[in-house]
């Protein structure tokens, strides 16, 4: 356990360089400068402001610099929003897009599960066929147009919901649901397939032949068993709720992460732009060595190595 | 209260499927006394299984019982709720399986899903329990049980499983083992070293047993009686003794034909049963084993064959034992 972890942490430190490496030099091969808006600042202030943030050095200069302060933890200042440094951005940022990131992930997964073993316990009868029509929707219809029908429906015809800001507990709803709408249905999908495969397993007659009742046999035998194939999708989940959530903050004006994310790469605000993306390359790796950690705690047949 | 301990009459029992009704058993019956070790013999298919599972109320979808009654102690398992068959299921019969690899959870340890089953027949505690399992892994000779408790099905071989298996199966001492093919899955020595531990136990504890197999070799080292099993029907019963030297239904013969024998002459071949077995969806008006056997008259094709008491203990359902009836009836047709 202990060297598995050693490693994941090399493998994490190297693969965050490579990322921020290839982010740097994409960045400058984007045409555009940060300080080209339509106020356009005189040639004198324009070289001024390079100066100052070292823009007018060498590409590579820049990178090196870049880099050392980066070993420091240092992820530099915004050039947009003046003297603000990047780290700070990010922790008063994050946290807002990992609420309804936290919750949208919980939802899909409890929801999800349970609809999936409901309908692999009814299969084939209405209430399948019920769930199953509406996870493949959910599969089929793309984000934005989940947020959109939400917005216009539940926010504008009936006035429910407010539709924007997120400034009390409703405002959550409409962001959350459009959020945790796509992988509720993966989930629910890929939870029927498993449970019907394990529903047949032998260890299932097995515990039928103990003695033990359906609903014992159905919590303790078939669900730690069927859900594996989830929590392996749990890693790939929290890409997307990430990256999910920079439509869903963009259209439901959230101040979150994803919301600044987009703004600095129209802006080309290269400090965060560097900084939000080594930020959220780190929090897929650590979050996928979590989901590796829990798969071995479901599942004694898997050895981390 | 009957005699017996398992007193199985009449039993019909289909599959409705979607191609239609599999009539996997046609007029079963079967009775057993305490103590007895009874060989359930026949072909793939031939419903061994499924005579063994209704036995314990475990008759799996989309099968329906359609009549006849299964006694098992004196009590009618037609008749029982579906609690009244969870109390009875792994503490008064307890099943093998024939595979023990897929048949132990995976997620599990050895020793949860040993005392599992204590814990939900008996009023042991949590401490006690590990103790019984503790006891019963000595007693179905795995080595290190302290070790064994601890790891999981992936962690032991194939051999050990069914040990395992046979520990959960004897955990509250039942009445009934049911051995469904438990050593097919197993390499040959392993497979003798279950039989003959199945053998010891038999004698330490003096439960019943159903052997289901559909190796001769396996019911001659261990039963006392013998039932022959094609298509969802009794064939043929009676001693082992009566059934190896004193064949009398022609699939009986066929089968004994077919295995190899240690002290073969040269004149002594195997002579494989020829044919394809019945297709259950359309079962033959007549014998179902008419289609393969060399001495089918024009009776086998039109009618069932009764069962001719042979003994006291040996019956046979073939129309070469009904000559009267047979007589008389080509007669009639004849006519
Ligand atoms: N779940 C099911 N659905 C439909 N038909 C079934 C089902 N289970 C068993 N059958 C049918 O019932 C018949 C008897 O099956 P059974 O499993 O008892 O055979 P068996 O004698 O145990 O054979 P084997 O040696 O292969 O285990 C077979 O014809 C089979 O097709
Ligand atoms: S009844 Fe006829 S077909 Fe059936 S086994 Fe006897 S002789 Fe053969
Ligand atoms: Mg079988």
Not at chain 1, 242 to 254: A, D, P, Q, R
Not at chain 2, 67 to 85: A, C, P, W, Y
Not at chain 2, 219 to 248: D, H, L, R, W
Not at chain 2, 274 to 294: I, K, S, Y
Request: proline content about 5%; glycine content about 8%; some cysteine.
């Amino acid at each position: 356990m202990a060297q598995y972890i050693v490693k994941r942490i090399a493998l994490a430190i190297i693969t965050l360089f490579v990322v921020s490496t290839f982010t740097f030099f994409l960045m400058f091969l984007v045409p555009g400068g940060p300080f080209l808006s339509e106020k356009a600042p005189s040639p004198a202030t324009l070289k001024a402001l390079e100066e100052k943030y070292g823009l007018n050095l060498p590409v590579t200069q820049q990178y090196k610099n870049y880099m050392l302060r980066l070993l420091k933890g240092d992820l530099g200042t915004s050039l947009k929003q003046r003297g603000r440094e990047v780290n700070n951005i990010i922790a008063t940022r994050f946290p807002v897009s990992a609420k309804i990131g936290a919750v949208a992930i919980l939802i899909a997964v409890t929801v999800g599960v349970t609809l999936g073993s409901i309908a692999a316990l009814n299969r084939g009868k209405l209430l399948d066929s019920i769930i199953i029509f509406f996870s493949t929707c959910g599969i089929a219809v793309p984000g934005f147009v989940v947020c959109t029908v939400l917005m216009y429906i539940l926010g504008l015809k009936l006035n429910l919901l407010p539709t924007f800001g997120l400034t009390s507990g409703r405002h959550y709803i409409m962001p959350v649901i459009a959020l945790a709408f796509y992988p509720m249905s993966y989930i629910s999908r890929l939870m029927r397939s498993c449970m019907l495969d394990v529903l047949n397993q032998d260890y299932m007659r097995t515990a039928k032949a103990k003695g033990l009742s359906q609903w014992k046999a159905l919590f303790k035998h078939a669900l730690r068993n069927a859900i594996l194939p989830v929590v392996t999708y749990l890693g790939p989940l929290l890409a997307y709720t990430l990256t999910g959530s920079f439509i869903v903050e963009k259209i439901f004006t959230i101040p979150g992460l994803g919301d600044s994310f987009i703004s600095s790469i129209t802006g080309r605000d290269y400090p965060l732009i560097m900084g939000t993306t080594i930020f959220l390359a780190f929090l897929i790796i650590t979050m996928n060595v979590i989901v590796d950690i829990i798969y071995k705690l479901v599942d004694p047949r898997i050895k981390l190595s | 209260m009957s005699e017996y301990l398992v007193d199985i009459r009449n039993l019909r029992l289909s599959f409705f499927t979607p191609a239609g009704e599999v009539k996997a058993l046609n007029d079963v019956s079967i009775q057993m006394k305490q103590g007895e070790v009874l060989g359930i013999v026949g072909e793939s298919g031939s419903g061994k299984s499924v005579t063994a599972y209704s036995l314990m109320g475990l008759v799996p979808e989309p099968g329906r019982i359609i009549s006849g009654t299964i006694d098992f102690n004196g009590h009618r398992v037609t008749e029982m709720t579906e609690k009244q068959l969870r109390e009875m299921r792994g503490n008064e019969i307890s099943i093998i399986f024939q595979d023990p690899m897929t048949s132990l959870n995976p997620v599990y340890t050895i020793g949860n899903q040993i005392e599992e089953v204590i814990l939900l027949h008996t009023t042991k505690d949590r401490k006690a329990a590990r103790e019984r399992a503790l006891e019963l892994l000595n007693l179905v000779g795995i080595n290190e049980p302290h070790k064994r408790l601890r790891q999981y099905p992936h962690e032991l071989s194939g051999g050990m499983r069914q040990r395992v298996m046979i520990a959960i199966a004897l955990a509250c001492e039942p009445k009934l083992l049911i051995a469904d093919e438990p050593t097919t899955a197993l390499d040959v020595t392993i497979q003798a070293q279950i039989l003959e531990l199945m053998n010891d136990l038999r004698k330490k504890i003096g439960m019943s047993i159903i052997m289901i197999t559909h190796d001769l070799g396996v019911v001659a080292s261990m039963c006392e009686k013998i039932a022959v099993m094609y298509a969802g029907k009794i064939v043929e019963y009676g001693t082992a003794e009566e059934i190896f030297y004193n064949p009398q239904h022609e699939y009986t013969k066929g089968l004994l034909m077919s295995i190899p024998k240690l002290n073969a002459t040269e004149h002594e071949k195997l002579i494989p049963i020829e044919g394809t077995p019945v297709d259950m969806l359309m079962p033959p008006q007549g014998c179902p084993f008419a289609p393969r056997c060399n001495s089918c008259m024009k009776i086998c094709l039109r009618e069932m064959p009764p069962y001719t008491d042979i003994n006291a203990d040996h019956y046979s359902a073939c129309w070469l034992l009904q000559k009267e009836a047979y007589e008389s009836l080509k007669g009639g047709v004849a006519q």
